[in-house]
Every structure is written in structure tokens, then in C-alpha cells.
């Protein structure tokens, strides 16, 4: 099964950049789409970003233009390119990864990792 570690988050500042990283290891056959969710305090998980085996990403309306998804399937890796960054984007960050195992599709997801921006 897949494991999925995140990395990068940290502090930031208004108007500054962070870059967040998430491996899958473990064994696994495939996985599809992987992406990423947060959830900021007293709200719920909300989308990101996602991007599929190809490279094709999408992203919440909202922050298409200041994030930016890449994937590198040789090291089973996504990155969350972060630029201008708002208060608002303090929240943890999840990686998920659509796992295809036993004839059908399943999300894993990352212990998350915690992006605090100040002001």
C-alpha cells in the first residue's frame, strides 16, 4: 500500500513563496491522480490542487494564478508551488493519492503538514 510523507511547510509571510513536497512509498501498483486538500482552522478540507498522470493539474478557482501543482512520477512526487501568500492559506496541508489496488480506486492521505503565513 501507498505511504505518503509531505514536507515543506513551515512559516511564511505575506507575500512570500513555500513549497510543499509529498512522497508515496511503500508497495504499491499505481497510483492516478495525486493533489493536494487543507483545512484551515474551524473549516472543512477543501481542494487545492490536483494533477493527473500526465501532468494535467487543476486547481480551486480561487488560487489558480498563486499555486502551482507539478508532479515528477519518477520519484512519485508532487509539489504545491506557493507565491503571494495570504494569511488566509494558513491551514494544514494534505497530500492525497488515488491508489488503483484491488480492482478499484483508493484514496490514501498524508498526516498533512502545517502552513502558518503571517502578516
Known amino acids: 500500500q501507498v505511504q505518503l510523507a509531505e514536507s515543506g511547510g513551515g512559516l511564511g509571510q505575506a507575500g512570500g513563496s513555500l513549497t510543499l513536497s509529498c512522497t508515496a512509498s511503500g508497495t504499491f501498483n499505481r497510483i492516478h491522480n495525486m493533489g493536494w486538500y487543507r483545512q484551515a482552522p474551524g473549516k472543512q478540507r477543501a481542494l487545492v490542487a490536483v494533477?493527473?498522470?500526465?501532468?494535467?493539474?487543476y486547481y480551486t478557482d480561487s488560487l489558480k494564478g498563486r499555486f502551482t501543482i507539478t508532479r515528477d512520477n519518477a520519484k512519485n512526487t508532487i509539489y504545491l508551488q506557493m507565491s503571494n501568500l495570504m494569511p488566509e492559506d494558513t491551514a494544514i496541508y494534505y497530500c492525497?493519492?488515488?491508489?488503483?489496488?484491488?480492482?478499484?480506486?483508493?484514496?490514501?492521505w498524508g498526516q498533512g503538514t502545517q502552513v502558518t503565513v503571517s502578516s
Open positions: 494533477i493527473s498522470t500526465g501532468g494535467a493539474p
Open positions: 492525497l493519492a488515488e491508489e488503483y489496488r484491488d480492482y478499484r480506486t483508493h484514496d490514501v
